[in-house]
Structure formats: C-alpha cells, structure tokens
C-alpha cells in the first residue's frame, strides 16, 4: 500500500481552467450537456454534506472513472481559491494480473491531476493453496455476439477482495465517510443503485457516490472525447472494458477480419446499423454532430476517415473502443475468452 506516481514528466492540467470548460460543457446546447450538469451538481452536494477533508475518490484508470475524476477536478477548481493547492484524494485497488498499460496510466494521472493517491492492495489469501480474491464482478454480455462466436457458461464472481480492501483503507483513514465511484446503471449490478447509495451490509461502511450513474457508454466516449481527456492507451487497441489479464480481452464486437471493407458511418447513423454488420466491426468515427475530428495529437491513436471513405484490411486488426456502436456489448471482451462455435 502505497504512492503510485510515474517517473516521467507529465503535463499537470490547471484545475481552473478544467473547471471552465467542463462547466461550459454543462451550460452548453449539446446533448450530454443536462448530464454533465447532473453530475456536477451530484459531486457538489457530497461535498456540502461531508466536506472535501471526509471524501476520497475510487480511481483504477478505467474510462468511467476517468470521466468521474476530470468532473471532480472540475468542481474542485470551481471550488478552492486559486491560493491552494489542488491535491484530491484519491483510491486505487488494483486488480489481480494488473495490465501494465494501464499501471502506467494510472501512475501518469497521478501527476497529470497532482492526485494524492492511496494505492491498496486487497490482503493475500490466508492459505497459499486458496485463490486470489477478486475485486470485480465479471458478467456476460446479454447480447449476442456475431458470426456465431459465443460467451462460455460461467456466473458472476467477485468483491470479496475489494471488500477488504475497503476494510483496510476504512482502518487506515476512518475519517473517510463517502467513496466517489465510476458506476453506471449497465455494470453489473448497477441497475438499482442511485446517485448514492451506503454500501451493504457486512461491508465497511461508506456513502458509495455515483454522479456518473445515469450515462451510456456512448457518453462516457462523448465526454473524453469532446474535452480531449486523456485516457488508457488500452482502449485505442480494441479494450472496451478493463480487468485482470486473465479476463480481459480485446472486444470480438470491434474486430476488423482481412479483406474486409469498412467505411466510416457517423453516429447519427447508428440505429440504421447492426452491430452485425461487416463482421461486428462496422462503426463511427465522427462526434454526434457528424463532423469529422481527430480524438488527440498523439499519432498512435486511430485517426478518422473521410466521409464515405472505405478501406480494405490487409490483416486482422480492432477498432477503438469509441467506435463500438452497440453499448450493450461493451464486456463483451471481459470473462473466459470467447471461442468460436465448431461448424457442422
């Protein structure tokens, strides 16, 4: 248990200037707007009714909580006098077989949002003949996925070991009354929750808040995109939900087979086409407006197409996760490694 922080340098983000644009975001006519200023006003009344000093946030370098920490950082800037210094605290519990991709990432945030940040591991099992302990629940998709590829049978598992991971951090800081969390009414079992909820019983007790709950998926794109946010590299490689090694794996639904044609519809597009089509891989590269832009100046990120223009793929390959078109199928790359069904 201890600081994470990357070695190299990183450009630190101005949390005033973060707070003007995403309240502009929030004051402006697009459609993710009225969302953005829920959430804002969700993490905004937390704060009134705990205090800053009583609240930490959950952060494991996926996009939903990417999303949750730039708000955060948002209304801190809106917040504290320019006189003091911006540090939120912070809680990373990793995962088992962690992706070092996104432990760099997590690190890089450290710095990028000066993040005072709790890194704690869940305790090791009692015996060494007994498992890990998961701190995740790992689902099926309900969609089918195309091309007769097909989820192998398995249950829901996970949590015992981000409950204790709770139980040690609750023992370390018991001045921590409420956790910021990433959830979102399509994780699993994020359907009943609300913008807060306490925890359940038998774990330690917390205010879980959720200021993120009411977004898709399509949002959680819409917002990083729309302010250039920076995001795990993972998700340009075809990464739609991230976990453990072991259960994560590149979504079948983005994948782009040799000798394909794609093109590049926009999203205004998107109820005219099936997750189906072109092998699962056929989807956006524009805003909701239907304009073309480039998601980012780093080159190793996907850059769009001209309108109408159609490519053919030479070698297998996935599209990035903000092109996934069909949110329901967005752990359709998370759970055993999903195996083609044998032609007869």
Known sequence: MDQLRSSEAVKTFDPYRVAEEVHSLAASDKPIAPLVSEALQVINEALDTHGQEHVSLSFNGGKDCTVLLHLYYAVLGKRTPRDQVINPRTLYIPTPSQFPDLEHFIANSVNTYNLNLYHCVPPPPEHASDPILPVESVTRPTTPLPNGVSYPVGKSKGGEGMRRALQLYKEHFPQIEAIFVGTRKGDPHGAKLSHRNP????????????????????????????????????????????????????NPALLIRPGCATNSPSMSQESEISSSTANGSLSHETQANGSDVSISDDPSRSEPHAPGAVDYDAEERYRPAYELLDGSLERAGRGPLPTKKSET
């Open 199 to 250: 925890t359940d019983p038998g774990w330690p007790r917390f205010e879980r808040v959720q200021p993120i709950i009411n977004w898709t998926y399509a949002d959680v794109w819409t917002f990083l995109r729309d302010l250039k946010v920076p995001y795990c590299c993972l998700y340009d490689q075809g990464y739609t939900s991230l976990g453990s090694t072991f259960n994560t794996f590149r």
